[in-house]
């Protein structure tokens, strides 16, 4: 929508300025201890596994590093039992947020994230409050200066994307989760280059939010995100670009 920004866009704008290379590299290697512990270290036959090490190299994680997460989730290195927990909760404006964790220490975390929920306004909820609300899909942000729309389309038909959407300010694609490493793939075989790519949980639905509690909601979505257990925090914020300046 013209003039409005959806908090999936404005979260890969940031990052892609963002210097915190390393709160990224960490999260990706604790998905792939997590994908490996659960799966097993070939990632011909845990999928899961597989996809992690395509994001890992896509955002050039050393393989050195890859391979000693791996080696953690096996049991083949020594190290604390990283386990995945995923929390939901409303954010200011009643914005529906799902926040993806990994933890050695669920109750430590809980803890740490329910506080962040109460002190900008939000609330954590029960399982499942707000789950329903999002699907999993890959998710591709192009520049538009890297390619065409005429390219870019052909590229969404070639994936089989599910859906996609073009705007000046970028190219976005969705795939089925089981598509993600196959499109980076043909990006590559292309030669175009994802500004942003990522599994992520899209919501069906957005929800406009003005003035303070937008505000607000930003920054209890930034303080998620940066908090060392969280992967990464989901929401179905849409709000004015205005909403966006510094605060």
């Not at 954590?124 to 707000?130: A, N, W």
């Not at 699907?135 to 599910?162: N, Q, W």
Request: net charge negative; aromatic share 6%.
């Amino acid at each position: 929508m013209s003039g409005h920004s959806k908090w999936s866009q404005i979260k890969h704008k940031k990052a892609v300025k963002d210097a915190r290379r390393g709160k990224l590299f960490t999260g990706i290697l604790k998905e792939i201890t997590v994908a490996a512990r659960l799966g097993g270290g070939d990632p011909d036959g845990n999928a899961r596994l597989r996809t992690a090490i395509a994001e890992a190299k896509a955002n050039a994680v050393p393989a050195d590093n890859i391979e000693r997460a791996i080696k953690k989730g096996t049991g083949e290195l020594a190290g604390g039992v990283i386990e995945e927990v995923v929390y939901e909760g409303y954010g200011p404006g009643g914005v529906a947020i799902l926040v993806e964790c990994a933890t050695d220490n669920k109750n430590r975390t809980v803890s740490e994230v329910r506080h962040l929920f109460a002190k900008h306004g939000g609330n954590l909820g029960e399982s499942g409050c707000v789950g329903w609300m999002f699907s999993k899909r890959g998710y591709f942000l192009i520049d538009p200066r890297t390619t065409d729309e005429e390219r870019f389309i052909e590229l969404a038909l070639a994936v089989g994307a599910l859906d996609f959407a073009t705007d000046e300010e970028g190219y976005e694609l969705f795939t089925a989760p089981d598509d993600f490493a196959a499109t980076i793939e043909e990006l590559e075989r292309r030669g175009i280059r994802a500004a942003a790519q990522e599994l992520a949980m899209i919501p069906q639905s957005h929800v406009e939010v003005a003035d303070a509690k937008a505000a607000q909601a930003l920054r209890l979505l930034e303080a998620l995100e940066d908090h060392d257990d969280v992967q990464k925090a989901w929401a179905n914020l849409q709000l004015p670009a205005a909403a966006l300046a510094p605060h």
